[in-house]
C-alpha cells in the first residue's frame, strides 16, 4: 500500500512549487520534463493539491532530482520555528550560552554547511536544467 496521507499543515502542492521556484524551474520546463501529456496549466493545477499520488510524487520528485520525502515533509511552519529556536536576542544569550550541552556555533555552523551544500546542489540542478532547455531548443 503506498501511503499518500499527509501530516496536517503539509501540502504537497506548495512544496513542489517551493522546490521548482528554488531552482529556477519555471512551469512549463517542468510539464515539459514530466511528458507529452503535461503541460503549465497541469502543473498549476497540481500545486494547488494537497495531495499528489505516489506514483505521480516519485515521478515528480525524481525530475526534480530531490527525495520524495522532501516534497513529503516539508512544513513551513516547522522551518519557521526552527530558525526562531536558533535565534536569540541579546536579553537571552547570556543564559542561553551558559554551560550549553552542545555548543551553538557548531550547531550554526552545521546549518550553514548544510545550506551551501543544498544550495550548489541546486546550482547544479538548474545547470543541468538549463543544458536540458537549450538542447529542446536546438531540436525545435
Given amino acids: 500500500m503506498t501511503n499518500t496521507a499527509t501530516p496536517k499543515n503539509i501540502h504537497q502542492g506548495r512544496n513542489v512549487k517551493r522546490f521548482r521556484e528554488m531552482m529556477g524551474i519555471k512551469q512549463d520546463a517542468l510539464a515539459a520534463d514530466l511528458g507529452d501529456d503535461w503541460n503549465q496549466q497541469k502543473i498549476s493545477l497540481l500545486e494547488q493539491k494537497e495531495t499528489i499520488d505516489a506514483p505521480l510524487l516519485a515521478k515528480i520528485s525524481n525530475t526534480l532530482k530531490i527525495p520524495v520525502e522532501a516534497i513529503q515533509n516539508f512544513d513551513e511552519q516547522s522551518a519557521v520555528n526552527i530558525i526562531a529556536q536558533t535565534i536569540n536576542n541579546h536579553d537571552q544569550s547570556a543564559s542561553v550560552f ?43
Fill in 98 to 140: 551558559y554551560n550549553p550541552v552542545f555548543n551553538p556555533l557548531d550547531e550554526i555552523k552545521k546549518l550553514h554547511e548544510e545550506k551551501i551544500a543544498l544550495y550548489e546542489r541546486m546550482l547544479k540542478e538548474k545547470e543541468e536544467m538549463m543544458g536540458r532547455l537549450e538542447r529542446l531548443i536546438e531540436k525545435k
